[in-house]
């Protein structure tokens, strides 16, 4: 009987984290993954568009006939959610509310950190989602544009330029005594050793990605809608641009080497938002 | 009698400063700019993505009749001068040309440093370029993926950050003794200072930009095609994302205030991409 895969996209290859985590929680499912490596970032980038994008992503792995969809991009979880919520006929789970679930339960009171792209913390959306938990707990958001281009370039929690923009960025957090860091970027978490040597080893670090493969398992758990235990589930990895940058700078975030990636051509994720749109 | 505009366009914002040094040599042109803010930077993309795009952004320009087309940015300068000649019907000039025979004409024989995007350095271009003027010249190229979002962020020359990323990308070549560095991307001359008080005062740093200029300069001089003398140009943005954004970051670049600035619908300028290339 055929498998019904989770879908999961993200502006380009920062999505690959959750990947791993959905991999490690539930290694029985098929994934089929689209990276938008051709517009690729999102987080510079305004509402209309950014939903815009999002919403040509999502439908162009409905072909795959998936059971459920994930927005790995925070940008996009933080920007469209309640387009995506609206226009798709599968669940839909984003990394914005299981990553502020995570942050509150840790908290105990104290003011939670939340860390992002430019969009993510101007659009507010971690805020309000941790506030509609915890009306009183104090949010603190930073952004921080500098740590997805130094993942990107392979730096890593040793190099001097990560360890002085960490401490730039989050002076004022760690003086504002936070209890919660909230990685709110898919690239985050392979900076993670930095951010806790900065902030001490007390401070708790929430992935995004790692909450959202909890959040995904018991959705499909509620709806009875896992897969058996004796099969092995696979991956496939479709890009609109550079395979082979994917490939080479992915395999980080996923943790091993990445086997299947397609390229995908302008006109089928365009034109098949085309064609969804006629159906409404 | 109407006047045909100077035609400028880039992967975002980076261009303003290719325009303000258009507008300080030839203050009597038109000219209308289209930054790609919906898909920039192109800098991390393959060189048939940039092309197409480079394509697109070119033809949307064509509907003002320009006299001359200037691709302002340098990725798209580097992978995609040979379609954009090939597929204009206006004259196009690039910035990577200009940038290479000022610094062979600098160079003396001695090393030549080119810095730009990921996909700059790795096209080449620069390198063919230089080569191309003088064979013997010694030519080093280097990425520096940090500096555009350095720039972006408002970061200057005085910055920390700033000050170590200079440090980290150009000590080799000031190992290497050149004598002479382009600044191979539209945002690099906002960090002039930084560079030249690390490499010290005798190393020539060349703005592929301002080069550009006076190679426009020339290019209407010979086909006196030169405005008059007697009025003031004028100059039009038009961007496919965030003008707010590209507004507030951009009049850094421009060093003036922007005034007009329309946002484009995605089908406007892919659209006129599609009803070109049926006349062809």
Same mark, same amino acid.
């Not at 281009?149 to 002085?164: H, N, Q, T, W």
């Given at each position: 009987?055929?498998?019904? &895969?989770?879908?999961?996209?993200?502006?380009?290859?920062?999505?690959?984290?959750?990947?791993?985590?959905?991999?490690?929680?539930?290694?029985?499912?098929?994934? *089929?993954?689209?990276?938008?490596?051709?517009?690729?970032?999102?987080?510079?980038?305004?509402?209309?568009?950014?939903?815009?994008?999002?919403?040509?992503?999502?439908?162009?792995?409905?072909?795959?006939?998936?059971?459920?969809?994930?927005?790995?991009?925070?940008?996009?979880?933080?920007?469209?959610?309640?387009?995506?919520?609206?226009?798709?006929?599968?669940?839909?789970?984003?990394?914005?509310?299981?990553?502020?679930?995570?942050?509150?339960?840790?908290?105990?009171?104290?003011?939670?950190?939340?860390?992002?792209?430019?969009?993510?913390?101007?659009?507010?959306?971690?805020?309000?989602?941790?506030?509609?938990?915890?009306?009183?707990?104090?949010?603190?958001?930073?952004?921080?544009?500098?740590?997805?281009?130094?993942?990107?370039?392979?730096?890593?929690?040793?190099?001097?330029?990560?360890?002085?923009?960490?401490?730039?960025?989050?002076?004022?957090?760690?003086?504002?005594?936070?209890?919660?860091?909230?990685?709110?970027?898919?690239?985050?978490?392979?900076?993670?050793?930095?951010?806790?040597?900065?902030?001490?080893?007390? *401070?708790?670090?929430?992935?995004?990605?790692?909450?959202?493969?909890?959040?995904?398992?018991?959705?499909?758990?509620?709806?009875?809608?896992?897969?058996?235990?004796?099969?092995?589930?696979?991956?496939?990895?479709?890009?609109?641009?550079?395979?082979?940058?994917?490939?080479?700078?992915?395999?980080?975030?996923?943790?091993?080497?990445?086997?299947?990636?397609?390229?995908?051509? &302008?006109?089928?994720?365009?034109?098949?938002?085309?064609?969804?749109?006629?159906?409404?």
């Amino acid at each position: 009987m055929a498998v019904n &895969p989770i879908a999961v996209f993200d502006s380009g290859l920062g999505g690959l984290s959750v990947v791993r985590e959905l991999r490690r929680l539930l290694p029985t499912e098929d994934l *089929v993954y689209f990276g938008d490596t051709a517009r690729v970032p999102y987080g510079i980038k305004s509402r209309r568009t950014v939903a815009k994008f999002a919403l040509e992503d999502a439908r162009f792995l409905l072909q795959f006939d998936p059971k459920l969809m994930v927005a790995a991009c925070n940008t996009a979880s933080a920007l469209a959610m309640d387009e995506l919520d609206e226009k798709l006929s599968v669940p839909v789970v984003g990394v914005v509310k299981p990553g502020a679930r995570a942050a509150v339960q840790l908290a105990e009171g104290a003011p939670v950190a939340v860390i992002g792209t430019e969009a993510t913390v101007s659009s507010g959306a971690y805020t309000a989602a941790i506030r509609s938990l915890a009306a009183q707990v104090e949010v603190i958001a930073q952004a921080c544009p500098l740590f997805v281009p130094l993942v990107e370039e392979g730096r890593g929690s040793d190099d001097p330029i990560v360890k002085l923009a960490v401490e730039t960025y989050l002076s004022p957090l760690r003086e504002a005594g936070v209890h919660v860091i909230v990685l709110g970027c898919t690239h985050y978490p392979l900076l993670r050793e930095a951010i806790a040597a900065y902030l001490g080893r007390e *401070v708790h670090i929430v992935e995004s990605g790692r909450e959202t493969a909890q959040a995904v398992c018991e959705v499909l758990q509620r709806a009875e809608n896992l897969c058996e235990q004796d099969r092995t589930g696979s991956l496939q990895c479709y890009v609109s641009d550079n395979p082979t940058r994917f490939r080479r700078i992915g395999s980080r975030f996923l943790d091993q080497e990445i086997e299947h990636v397609e390229l995908v051509e &302008p006109e089928q994720y365009i034109a098949s938002a085309v064609s969804d749109r006629k159906k409404e």
